[in-house]
C-alpha cells in the first residue's frame, strides 16, 4: 500500500514537472508562469503543488536539473558511440543540435534563467554548465596528453561555442539550422586543431 502511494506521489510529481515544461516557450517564460497554471495542467488542486514543491522556485531548479541531466547523459551517450576514427566533433554537434530541436523549451528555460533575476537560477545553471565543461576535460585529458588545466581552457571554449549555437538554432528553419551545424564543427575543428598546435609549439 505504502508502495503505491510513494509510486503515485512519483507520478503527480512527474506531472507537474511535465506541466511546466509544457508551458515553456518563446513566449512564455518560466518567472512568467503561475502555480495555478501548472496545476490546471497537471490536473490537480493549487493546494497538492506544495506536497512535492514549496514553492515556484523549486520547482524551476528541479527543471534546470533535470535538464541538464538530461543533456549530460545524451551527450555521453554520444561520445560512447563514437567508433575508433570516428569524429567525436560531428557527432557530438548533431547530438546537441538533436536535443536543441526536439526540447526547445529545455533549452529556453537553460538560456533564460542563465541571465535571468534569480541568483539562485543563474548558479544553478553555471552549474550544469560546469558540469559540461568538466566531463569535457576529462574526455580531452583521456584522449590526449593535455594538462587539466589545457583541457579545460580548450572545453571550456568548446562548450561555450555549441551553447550559442543551441540559442541561435532555437529560431532557425531545418535548412538554416543544417548550415549553422556545418559551421559549428568547422568551428570547433579550428579550435581543437588550434589547441593542438599550439600545444605542441608550447
Known amino acids: 500500500m505504502a508502495g503505491?502511494?510513494?509510486?503515485?506521489?512519483?507520478?503527480?510529481?512527474?506531472?507537474?514537472i511535465d506541466a511546466a515544461l509544457m508551458h515553456l516557450s518563446a513566449e512564455h517564460s518560466f518567472a512568467?508562469?503561475?502555480?495555478?497554471?501548472?496545476?490546471?495542467?497537471?490536473g490537480i488542486a493549487p493546494t497538492s503543488f506544495y506536497?512535492?514543491?514549496?514553492?515556484?522556485?523549486?520547482?524551476?531548479?528541479?527543471?534546470?536539473?533535470?535538464?541538464?541531466?538530461?543533456?549530460?547523459?545524451?551527450?555521453r551517450k554520444a561520445r560512447?558511440?563514437?567508433?575508433?576514427?570516428g569524429s567525436v566533433i560531428n557527432t557530438s554537434v548533431e547530438t546537441f543540435m538533436e536535443f536543441v530541436e526536439r526540447n526547445p523549451n529545455i533549452f529556453r528555460l537553460l538560456l533564460r534563467e542563465r541571465s535571468g533575476t534569480s541568483v539562485r537560477f543563474r548558479?544553478?545553471?553555471?552549474?550544469?554548465i560546469n558540469h559540461?565543461?568538466?566531463?569535457?576535460t576529462e574526455y580531452l585529458m583521456a584522449e590526449s596528453d593535455y594538462s587539466q588545466e589545457y583541457a579545460f581552457t580548450l572545453a571550456e571554449g568548446l562548450v561555450t561555442?555549441?551553447?550559442?549555437?543551441?540559442?541561435?538554432?532555437?529560431?532557425?528553419?531545418?535548412?538554416?539550422?543544417?548550415?549553422?551545424?556545418?559551421r559549428t564543427i568547422l568551428q570547433l575543428r579550428f579550435i581543437t586543431f588550434g589547441a593542438a598546435s599550439t600545444k605542441e609549439k608550447a
Open 32 to 42: 512568467s508562469m503561475s502555480l495555478r497554471e501548472v496545476a490546471r495542467e497537471a
Open 132 to 136: 559540461f565543461k568538466d566531463e569535457l
Open 123 to 128: 548558479e544553478a545553471v553555471a552549474r550544469e
Open 161 to 182: 561555442l555549441v551553447f550559442n549555437a543551441g540559442a541561435e538554432a532555437l529560431d532557425l528553419n531545418p535548412i538554416e539550422r543544417e548550415k549553422l551545424k556545418e
Open 4 to 16: 503505491a502511494r510513494a509510486l503515485q506521489k512519483e507520478k503527480t510529481r512527474q506531472a507537474i
Open 80 to 85: 560512447q558511440r563514437i567508433e575508433k576514427n
Open 51 to 75: 506536497r512535492h514543491f514549496n514553492d515556484m522556485e523549486e520547482l524551476g531548479l528541479t527543471l534546470v536539473d533535470e535538464s541538464g541531466l538530461t543533456l549530460r547523459e545524451l551527450m
